[in-house]
Nanobody, 112 residues
């Protein structure tokens, strides 16, 4: 029904920036939000940020607030996560989520 594909991950130095993208296809309702999660080795998957279809409702985890920005395009088929001032603790696989649907994830590694 819904397919999500993440991209944009990679290796970056502490203090650097990356922008993740999530391309969505399939049946997505306007009342449903999109979200970014991440999971580090040995850790539980955690919510990073979410955004409503209209972009008027946005939330962030305290650990990334002020550094990360979630957004989506006018067609609502792409969602982005701009990550600035990256820290080593941001290292994780980042997943795009819509309702019960997950992308395959993209690896973000922050290391010098």
């Amino acid at each position: 029904q819904v397919q999500l594909v993440e991209s944009g991950g990679g290796l970056v130095q502490p203090g650097g920036s990356l922008r993740l993208s999530c391309a969505a296809s399939g049946r997505i309702f306007s009342t449903d939000s999109m979200a970014w999660y991440r999971q580090a080795p040995g850790k539980e998957r955690e919510l990073v940020a979410y955004i409503s279809t209209g972009g008027d409702i946005i939330g962030y985890a305290d650990s990334v607030k002020g550094r990360f920005t979630i957004s989506r395009d006018s067609a609502k088929n792409l969602v982005y996560l701009q990550m600035n001032s990256l820290k080593s603790e941001d290292t994780a696989v980042y997943y795009c989520k819509h309702n019960s649907y997950w992308g395959q994830g993209t690896q973000v590694t922050v290391s010098s």
